[in-house]
């Protein structure tokens, strides 16, 4: 819709300009709602045509917008022409912008702003995004709760503009661990405790036989045989390390299902051990791994380890390890390997891995290193990488478990509920709990620049005043009611005339601006664009809540009207892509 509108405003320019209209469109965008007064819908930069991109406006930019905006003409589309610092501003003609908005809405569904021209010149791609990624029987820690749900949304995001979306679950699954909790379940696991709570139970062994072997070098001793076990492939130690896997993701795609999250691969650092050690034999005949000088710290059988220099020069400080002294992959190795796999399997146009920031350089030199080994594609490899969020705790403690932290949600959301008198006596109240806490908690993770730390505080995360997840879910329920109350004739044959006060308008003009704050994350994959611009849309719905009565109005002024034909039928802005249905009766 607001594509439309652009088209129309670049067509005269384009005019006037002598410039192509494809050119001008991206320099028209629809003016974000002020608080004070109603005010034009749409604005061009002139800075943006003029080539200077350092994003200033130029001294003379204010005259430019001057002599551009006394060539333009107002139509039957622009009824209004301005200026400001360095814009030229146009107002939509009120009832064609009513209408035009209304339909769109009602057109697209939940597609609106989706099938926006500003995504159209772009192709369907191929999309690989890694998250979430949790280790096996270590705690799952706010940075993977976190990545859990940026990953999500990135994916979210990038599947609802039409691209063919891969999520994968990259399990720490293999290393030392294992060793650990293999010998430590031989000496403390119950069979029982691992049925009925899996990941509960290998967390306690992990933490029990952690501390035992500092303690005890025998202990020590066997969770080293057993990893050598796995290393070398002994059916016995791998059909158990296979159990606790297999049981672990049963629970994670339980818990994850809670979240609305799912992933069309578990895959994990495991499968990459045999790969992993194809990638050093290729490095090596490819002459791009140095062993290191013989390390004589270590026995005398084991070799020294591997790196492969990232600098081009030697400099031994741009090194990064790709094998143990024995011979072992790192976790680098394996992401190379894993990486390579991705793109056999899926041949991406895009890879995004999201993990918190302490990764960053990790992933810099997976990158590097499959550019060096002659990987062009590495350019198609993204890291997005978010901050340290600290003090998050539940009941039991630091989160170590995902479940925690969403059982933690619904309990402090149901005494919030039980605590407010107006709430209502609901069916299933721990489901609504749930939800309602979820979105506080989405909503105040996504509401910064996802590389910022921050403090985590449930309060601020449960407020029930001001920009939170309740308030966006308030307002949800609150017109999800007012369309189940008088339903939604409206949006077929409405009065335009009945439209026009000052809140509606603003909801109009900010709903012109949706595609272009989905351009926004789309291309940043910061949602912090999109949360702002539903809170000020909630923010809108509440002011006209406040002002537009429904109940007890007429109902062509509450909205259940019917008959009339608009003015705008004389308009002659009609694009093709509204040709349809309503739109017809009314507007041909
Ligand atoms: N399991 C890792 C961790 O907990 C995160 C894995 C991220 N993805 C990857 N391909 N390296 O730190």
Known sequence: MACAFRRSIA??????????????????????????????????????????????????????????????????????????????????????LTKAVLHQVMEDGSEYGLKSELFSGLPQRRIVVDFSSPNVAKKFHVGHLRSTLIGNFIANLKEALGHKVTRINYLGDWGLQFGLLGAGFQLFGYEEKLQSNP????????????????????????????????????VQALSLWQRFR?????????????????????????????????????????GLL??????????????????????????????CTVMRA????????????????????????????????????HFQQVFQILKIMGCDWAERCQHVPFGIVQG??????????????????????????????????????EETAEKLGLAALIIQDFRGLLLSDYQFCWDRVFQSRGDTGVFLQYTHARLHSLEE????????????TCLQEPQSVSILQHLLRFDEVLYR?????????????????????AAAHRKLQIKDSPPDVAGVWHGQTSSVQSCTFCPSQWNETSWNNTCM
């Open 392 to 429: 998050m705790r539940t009941r039991r403690g630091d989160v170590t478990f995902l479940e925690d932290v969403l059982n933690e949600i619904q309990t402090r959301m149901l005494q919030n509920m039980a605590s407010i008198k107006t709430t209502k006596a609901l069916e299933c109240p």
């Open 11 to 96: 067509c005269q320019l384009s005019k006037v300009l002598d410039l192509p209209p494809e050119s001008l469109i991206k320099s028209i965008s629809a003016v974000p709602v002020s608080k004070k007064q109603e005010g034009a819908d749409f604005q061009l930069s002139v800075d943006s045509l003029l080539e200077d991109n350092s994003g200033r406006s130029r001294p003379d930019s204010q005259a430019k917008a001057d002599r551009l905006a006394e060539k333009l003409k107002c139509g039957s589309v622009v009824s209004e022409i301005s200026t400001g610092p360095g814009t030229v501003c146009f107002k939509i003609n009120r009832e064609l």
């Open 199 to 234: 990941l509960q139970h290998l967390f306690e062994v992990y933490v029990q036989v952690n501390k035992e072997a500092e303690e005890d070098k025998n202990i020590a001793q066997l969770a080293h045989d057993f990893f050598r076990q796995l290393e070398l492939g002994d």
């Open 246 to 286: 297999d049981l672990s993701v049963t629970e994670y795609v339980r818990i994850y299902k809670r979240l609305g999250i799912y992933f069309d691969e578990y895959s994990g650092e495991s499968f990459y051990r045999e790969k992993a050690q194809a990638i050093l034999q290729l490095l090596e005949r490819r």
């Open 485 to 496: 109350t008088f339903g939604c004739g409206y949006l077929n044959d409405f009065n335009t």
């Open 290 to 319: 140095q062993k290191t000088a013989y390390d004589y710290y270590c026995s005398l059988t084991r070799k020294g380890s591997a790196v492969v220099d990232l600098s081009g020069n030697g400099d031994p400080s741009a090194a």
């Open 521 to 541: 994350s789309s291309q940043d994959l910061q949602p912090k664009h999109i949360v702002r611009y539903l809170l000020t849309l909630s923010h809108l719905a």
């Open 326 to 361: 024995d011979g072992t992959s790192l976790y680098v190795t394996r992401d190379i390997a894993a990486a390579l796999d991705r793109m056999d399997k899926y041949n991406f146009d895009a890879m995004i891995y999201v993990t918190d920031k302490g990764q960053q350089k």
